[in-house]
């Protein structure tokens, strides 16, 4: 008994040993289609790490799913034999049973194909055999190879081993005498033999490999049952995006019946899915458009995706996603009208009496939601009411009856229809809150007061040379040379600009009572606290933003409507508001599980630091406090404001605040057609009376530094060239680092070797700069906002159309502009500053 564990074991380990040959023979393209072959790579995924010296993993990745070992293995079992041997005393079928019985295990012997099969089916009483080992030998009263395939062709014997016992002849015959028997389905040939200890070798060797593949087999079933019983829609692909599982919420949301189900991704998923499953990444989460059967419009839903491989190569993709049109479907497919007139009396919500009551509660409070209010005058507009007006009213309170009522979805665009993955992997990824960037690589969010300088600017000298004052001079220009005081300014454009403006055209320093050096002192510490590694969100975007906030303050309807100390801490809002920017985003900080990410709940991370860092700044040091002669009231005012504006650049909340804006300030003009639910047409009038509620300043506040932070796309082009390809090499560069780290690839689509700048620009431009600045340019009078966008729009389409792509194109692109040609590289780096070392 011992010594059978002891041989066990090493029989164990050199099968698997064997097996890790297999799937390491995949990698050179080797592998055999032969059933054997395949269980051998199945194998190699239990490996414990103790086995990992056994062959060289150096070159590989590590697979990306964990699977429990405990998944793949099973307890190992009494063996079971069936022998199917035509001859009634057959000496070799008798050795074999002998060396099962030495074994511990049973064997049953069987003598025609019919018997063998009847065996497999009788499986209530009998036990699956493990090994079934069939006589070839014999032609004319056995077909072996009809047999194998017959038992191939059973259910769930997938498992099983098969061993064909042939004629030495046989074997000798020729090198490949053993293909038809793999071909046909057996795992292995077994000359005949009456050695026990042979029988037993390969019996025991049999019974490891049959109990490893049924484990396997077993747990790809549990997955496959768990997957069903999902919400979500799952898909699995090979790496040629053949469908090869997908689970019942997908097949029936998609509108496929089990069993024909979709044979491609693309039967039924838009080009960004399988874009995805091709870009190299290993994980994902990015919208995708799935296509159902019984509807034409596409859907985007959000979804989760990892590309599965044991080796470097991608065998296996998986999409997850999100379940939406699920929920729609089932209700569809019940009483609409009953579900969605119930869903208008908050008693019928409840399903059982103690909720019922609860609610029935709430309702006699004298509490009630502004959003309730609202559904309930709606429900009680439709008593008499046509049926199509009906329709329409049931159709907002479903949509007022989710808790996501500002949260974006991409309109049903023709242009877009066609499904741009680039601008759904920016637009998506600047909307969707939650996991995404972190400041770890660079440097700990904890230690401000120690930061990586924009240039070497301890010492610095607020010197404005001729050219720079020359410069300066156009400050309040829409096509202010950015770029080219970035350069004058060796890099810290933001204490010149900030200087130049704040001081010398807003007089800022009135306002909060403070001296122009402490307004230097601020600016200084501000730009050092920018990263000047970045490409896009270093100190420049900074004073870039801050000279359009500049801007629009210049104009009549904002000079009238905020006062001294709100444009003050709009121009200090725009200074701030991306200090200490990693250059990577929320999501990433998110799923690099950043110290900041935990501070902040994953919950507006980058701009709850910006706004944190501007005020532990300033209050840090009194040379650098701008608030400091403030009085308590005046200053928590100030404080408010700042913090409200810099919180207002998240663009996890752009439609919430540009819905807002709209909602206030433009009126639809007269004649709202009453069946016309199609009212996107309609000219939008500006009505400004709502300026006088302090509650709409505020909304005036947000929407003007939010059109500021994005400005760059309403630029002359330019301009908008250059910041397009700062912000594409930003991206890039998180997603080369999100790779290197193994993290998940939150816009997949901007990878250098693949992506269209032009394309990205073009769905940013129509999904986020369009609406937005054709409602700020109504407000402030600003029609070159709107003009400079779709002139900037059309010069990208010719560039998508003339093929230019990368980021090389679009510099070549960029030599027929008038502008300095753009740093390869960054501004200097180097030195370390304290936030106090600054001197005029
Ligand atoms: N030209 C552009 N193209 C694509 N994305 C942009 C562009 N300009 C700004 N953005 C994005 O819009 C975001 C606005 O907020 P942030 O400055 O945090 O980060 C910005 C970028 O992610």
């Known amino acids: 008994m011992i010594m059978l564990a002891g041989q066990e074991a090493s029989i164990e380990l050199v099968q698997r040993w064997l097996q890790r040959r297999g799937s390491d023979d995949t990698d050179t393209?080797?592998?055999?289609?032969?059933?054997?072959?395949?269980?051998?790579?199945?194998?190699?995924?239990?490996?414990?790490?103790?086995?990992?010296?056994?062959?060289d993993v150096a070159n590989r990745s590590p697979p990306p799913a964990n699977i429990p070992n405990a998944m793949l293995y099973s307890p190992p079992e009494p063996l079971e034999l069936l022998c199917v041997f035509p001859e009634r005393a057959s000496r070799v079928c008798a050795a074999a049973c002998a060396a099962v019985a030495r074994a511990g295990g049973e064997a049953r012997s069987v003598r025609s194909a019919r018997d063998t099969l009847e065996a497999l089916r009788r499986d209530s009483d009998t036990k699956q055999p493990h090994v079934i080992?069939?006589?070839?030998?014999?032609?004319?009263?056995?077909?072996?190879?009809?047999?194998?395939?017959?038992?191939?062709?059973?259910?769930?014997?997938?498992?099983?081993?098969?061993?064909?016992?042939?004629?030495?002849?046989?074997?000798?015959?020729?090198?490949?005498?053993?293909?038809?028997?793999?071909?046909?389905?057996?795992?292995?040939?077994?000359?005949?033999?009456?050695?026990?200890?042979?029988?037993c070798a390969e019996v025991l060797q049999s019974r490891a490999a049959a109990s490893a593949a049924r484990a396997q087999i077993a747990a790809v079933a549990a997955l496959a049952a768990a997957a069903d019983r999902c919400r979500d829609l799952i898909a699995v692909t090979d790496e040629q995006?053949?469908?090869?599982?997908?689970?019942?919420?997908?097949?029936?949301?998609?509108?496929?019946?089990?069993?024909?189900?979709?044979?491609?991704?693309?039967?039924?998923?838009?080009?960004?899915?399988?874009?995805?499953?091709?870009?190299?990444?290993?994980?994902?989460?990015?919208?995708?458009?799935?296509?159902?059967?019984?509807?034409?419009?596409?859907?985007?839903?959000?979804?989760?995706?990892?590309?599965?491989?044991?080796?470097?190569?991608?065998?296996?993709?998986?999409?997850?996603?999100?379940?939406?049109?699920?929920?729609?479907?089932?209700?569809?497919?019940?009483?609409?009208?009953?579900?969605?007139?119930?869903?208008?009396?908050?008693?019928?919500?409840?399903?059982?009496?103690?909720?019922?009551?609860?609610?029935?509660?709430?309702?006699?409070?004298?509490?009630?939601?502004?959003?309730?209010?609202?559904?309930?005058?709606?429900?009680?507009?439709?008593?008499?009411?046509?049926?199509?007006?009906?329709?329409?009213?049931?159709?907002?309170?479903?949509?007022?009856r989710t808790s996501e009522l500002y949260s974006p979805q991409m309109r049903d665009d023709p242009k877009m229809r066609v499904e741009d993955p680039i601008a759904t992997d920016l637009i998506g990824a600047l909307l969707s809150q939650g996991p995404t960037n972190t400041l770890s690589s660079r440097r700990s969010s904890n230690d401000s007061t120690v930061v990586r300088s924009q240039t070497n600017r301890s010492n610095i000298k607020h010197k404005t040379t001729g050219q720079l004052r020359e410069l300066l001079d156009t400050a309040l220009s829409w096509d202010f040379e950015i770029f080219k005081l970035e350069e004058l300014t060796r890099g810290r454009p933001l204490a010149h600009l900030g200087l130049a403006l704040m001081a010398g055209r807003f007089d800022i320093c009135s306002a909060l009572e403070c001296d122009e050096r402490t307004l230097l002192?601020?600016?200084?510490?501000?730009?050092?606290?920018?990263?000047?590694?970045?490409?896009?969100?270093?100190?420049?975007?900074?004073?870039?933003?801050?000279?359009?906030?500049?801007?629009?303050?210049?104009?009549?309807?904002?000079?009238?409507?905020?006062?001294?100390?709100?444009?003050?801490?709009?121009?200090?809002?725009?200074?701030?508001?991306?200090?200490?920017?990693?250059?990577?985003?929320?999501?990433?900080?998110?799923?690099?599980?950043?110290?900041?990410?935990?501070?902040?709940?994953?919950?507006?991370?980058?701009?709850?630091?910006?706004?944190?860092?501007?005020?532990?700044?300033?209050?840090?040091?009194?040379?650098?406090?701008?608030f400091k002669n403030l009085e308590r009231d005046?200053?928590?005012?100030?404080?408010?404001?700042?913090?409200?504006?810099?919180?207002?650049?998240?663009?996890?909340?752009?439609f919430e605040h540009l819905a807002k804006f709209v909602n206030v300030f433009y009126a639809k003009s007269s004649g709202s057609k009453e069946d016309n639910m199609h009212t996107d047409q309609e000219p939008l009038a500006l009505d400004t009376t709502a300026l006088s509620l302090p509650e709409n300043v505020v909304l005036v506040k947000r929407m003007m530094i939010k059109c500021a932070d994005v400005s760059n796309a309403s630029r002359p082009q330019k301009f908008a060239f250059e910041w397009a390809r700062r912000i594409a090499e930003e991206y890039f560069l998180q997603t080369d680092e999100e790779k290197a780290k193994d993290l998940p690839v939150v816009m997949p689509m901007f990878d250098r070797a693949t992506c269209s700048i032009p394309r990205s620009q073009i769905g940013f431009i129509d999904y986020i700069i369009m609406d937005m600045m054709e409602a700020w340019a109504g407000f402030i009078d600003m029609p070159e906002l709107v003009n400079h966008a779709r002139q900037n729009h059309a010069r990208w389409h010719e560039l998508d159309d003339a093929g230019v792509t990368t980021l090389a194109d679009v510099r070549r692109a960029q030599r027929h502009l008038a502008l300095p040609a753009p740093t390869t590289t960054n501004p200097p780096t180097t030195g370390t500053t304290t936030t106090t070392t600054t001197e005029e």
């Open 521 to 626: 002192h601020w600016l200084t510490i501000v730009e050092t606290n920018y990263h000047a590694v970045n490409t896009y969100h270093n100190s420049t975007h900074a004073a870039d933003v801050l000279q359009a906030v500049a801007y629009f303050l210049e104009k009549d309807r904002l000079k009238t409507v905020l006062e001294p100390l709100e444009a003050a801490a709009a121009l200090l809002a725009a200074a701030a508001h991306d200090v200490d920017h990693p250059g990577t985003s929320s999501a990433f900080l998110c799923n690099a599980r950043h110290p900041l990410a935990v501070l902040y709940n994953d919950v507006s991370v980058l701009e709850s630091h910006h706004a944190a860092l501007t005020f532990k700044l300033t209050l840090n040091d009194d040379r650098v406090n701008i």
């Open 241 to 400: 995006q053949k469908i090869l599982l997908a689970n019942k919420s997908w097949s029936k949301v998609l509108g496929w019946r089990v069993e024909e189900g979709p044979k491609q991704l693309s039967d039924t998923a838009g080009g960004e899915a399988l874009r995805l499953a091709t870009s190299g990444a290993r994980d994902w989460e990015a919208p995708i458009t799935l296509r159902r059967r019984t509807t034409p419009d596409p859907v985007l839903v959000p979804c989760r995706g990892a590309a599965i491989g044991l080796t470097k190569s991608t065998s296996h993709v998986v999409f997850v996603c999100e379940p939406i049109h699920a929920l729609e479907t089932e209700r569809g497919r019940g009483s609409l009208h009953s579900i969605r007139r119930g869903s208008l009396d908050v008693r019928s919500v409840a399903s059982d009496g103690l909720r019922r009551t609860s609610l029935a509660k709430l309702q006699g409070l004298p509490l009630e939601a502004p959003i309730t209010k609202v559904i309930s005058l709606l429900s009680t507009a439709t008593e008499g009411a046509p049926p199509s007006t009906v329709a329409y009213i049931e159709r907002a309170v479903d949509m007022l």
């Open 29 to 55: 393209g080797s592998s055999s289609g032969s059933p054997g072959a395949r269980a051998g790579r199945r194998s190699s995924l239990a490996l414990t790490p103790e086995d990992e010296p056994l062959v």
């Open 634 to 654: 005046t200053y928590k005012q100030v404080r408010h404001n700042v913090i409200d504006m810099i919180l207002a650049t998240e663009m996890t909340k752009h």
């Open 133 to 199: 080992v069939v006589d070839a030998r014999q032609p004319q009263t056995l077909d072996a190879f009809l047999l194998a395939r017959a038992v191939r062709g059973t259910k769930n014997t997938q498992h099983i081993i098969l061993i064909a016992v042939v004629k030495k002849s046989v074997y000798l015959k020729d090198d490949f005498a053993v293909l038809p028997y793999l071909d046909a389905g057996y795992n292995r040939i077994m000359v005949e033999t009456l050695s026990a200890t042979a029988w």
